[in-house]
């Protein structure tokens, strides 16, 4: 395992160097207000902890993850679109296609935008799981510190306010209160005031602090070019849907009241062939059981029945936000969610809220928990043409919720992904939030 992981980071590394901006190449036409630069970092901040994949026994080894830079193993050995996705290689698989980016400018003083290549989700298992348990305080102030002391004159022109990086957790993770002693759960990076002007793209904002947007978490679909997206937005089309709806997940069984109870109490109770207008429909509601992370890195377990149901529940879990949101868009199958911070009000960038209601279905979690609402009762109301529809939508939306392999052919790159409409959304808030502070 030592000897792949040195490969990897020898080919990274190399990567880094050929993908790097020439001082002589003139950044191409069409760049203005979209020059990033990327902050030369020292390894301890990236490529160092990588090293560190096997080092937390509470957690699955993540050395196998780091393979395809961060896209993980192939599901299968012809796979060239499918891999075993571990969410936190996001850090990685974002860095590698910042590398790739056509605006890319070695002068930051002429740049829009300066990217941090900060593996802080990797960083942050240290204070999580590791050593430094007690000291999730101090996470990020090394970096803070490298900042102000290296080519201190990049931070300084704007203190910091055209600087963004990619946390691979929610939130949560990183705002524990820096008065908590003894320390609880999470560290206290974006609780730093030091880190106040940085904009940080995570998986789950919180409601309030304006630096923080919510983007998708990576499915296990990163295909190389558009025949291998179009033929799978093909397959999503024609699969015919024989369940009404789907959940996929786990928790659910203590007797306190919540929606994943009541989900799978429905579920459970619930099997007989709804009289669909369509009426092709041959049970009410498939349940796949994701319990300790079974699902996690076997997308088949999953993407096969969510391919023939219409409907996949989304209810929040230990926070609002689930992967899962994004693998069934990308099945086709309509996400029903039972709260906005599960999604509404997260991922405006790649989920726009005046669409919200094309492509999904709200119902709140209060009438089902507490008011005995039948969540196939809502969806049975829902014609069948606005279903069709619905599904068109979804369909439609794949591309923006994915992200592509590196090294995209020209005519998957001509179409945005997730990741170019994060760096889009991200230019855009630095130029308002700039406009804002020197107004």
């Avoid at 999470?186 to 309030?208: D, I, K, Y």
């Avoid at 786990?250 to 369509?278: F, K, Q």
Wanted: charged share 25%.
């Amino acid at each position: 395992m030592a000897t792949t992981i040195s490969f990897f980071l020898a080919l990274f590394i190399n990567i880094l160097s050929l993908t790097r901006s020439d001082p002589t190449i003139a950044v191409p036409d069409g760049c203005s207000g979209r020059r990033i630069h990327v902050r030369r970092l020292p390894p301890r901040f990236n490529l160092d902890l990588l090293a560190t994949c096997a080092d937390y026994p509470l957690l699955d080894d993540l050395c196998p993850y780091l393979a395809n830079h961060g896209l993980g193993q192939p599901t299968h050995n012809r796979s060239r679109s499918w891999f075993r996705t571990d969410p936190l290689m996001l850090e990685l698989v974002f860095h590698r296609r910042v590398l790739e980016l056509p605006c890319l400018t070695p002068y930051p003083d002429l740049a829009d935008a300066i990217f941090l290549p900060y593996y802080a989700g990797l960083d942050a298992l240290r204070y999580l799981y590791g050593r430094d348990v007690n000291s999730s305080a101090e996470h990020g102030l090394d970096l803070y510190r490298f900042l102000r002391a290296n080519d201190p004159g990049i931070w300084e022109r704007r203190s910091g306010h055209d600087h963004f990086l990619v946390m691979a957790r929610p939130a949560w993770d990183f705002s524990q209160p820096l008065s908590n002693d003894p320390p609880i759960w999470g560290t206290s990076f974006l609780e730093l005031p030091e880190f106040f002007n940085v904009t940080a793209l995570t998986f789950e904002a919180r409601a309030w602090p304006w630096q923080e947007q919510a983007i998708p978490y990576p499915t296990s679909f990163h295909p190389p070019d558009s025949t291998f997206l179009e033929s799978w937005m093909a397959r999503v089309r024609r699969s015919r849907r024989t369940a009404l709806m789907l959940f996929a997940g786990g928790g659910g069984i203590s007797s306190t009241p919540n929606i994943r109870r009541s989900i799978r109490l429905e579920c459970e109770n619930g099997t007989e062939a709804p009289g669909s207008d369509g009426g092709y429909y041959t049970k009410t509601c498939d349940f796949v059981d994701c319990s300790n992370g079974i699902c996690e890195h076997n997308p088949i377990r999953y993407m096969r029945p969510m391919l023939k149901a219409a409907f996949c529940l989304q209810p929040p879990g230990d926070t609002p936000t689930r992967r899962s949101t994004f693998d069934s868009l990308l099945a086709g199958c309509i996400p029903v969610f039972f709260e906005d911070q599960s999604a509404r009000s997260q991922y405006r960038w790649h989920l726009p809220d005046e669409e919200f209601e094309e492509f999904s279905v709200s119902i709140s979690k209060e009438e089902v928990v507490f008011k005995g609402l039948r969540i196939v009762d809502v969806l049975m109301r829902v014609p069948t043409e606005r279903v069709r529809k619905m599904r068109d939508k979804v369909v439609e939306m794949i591309p923006r919720i994915m992200y592509r392999r590196h090294g995209g052919s020209p005519g998957l790159r001509s179409k945005m992904d997730a990741v170019d409409i994060a760096v889009a959304g991200t230019l855009k808030r630095i130029k308002a939030r700039l406009q804002e502070v020197s107004a």
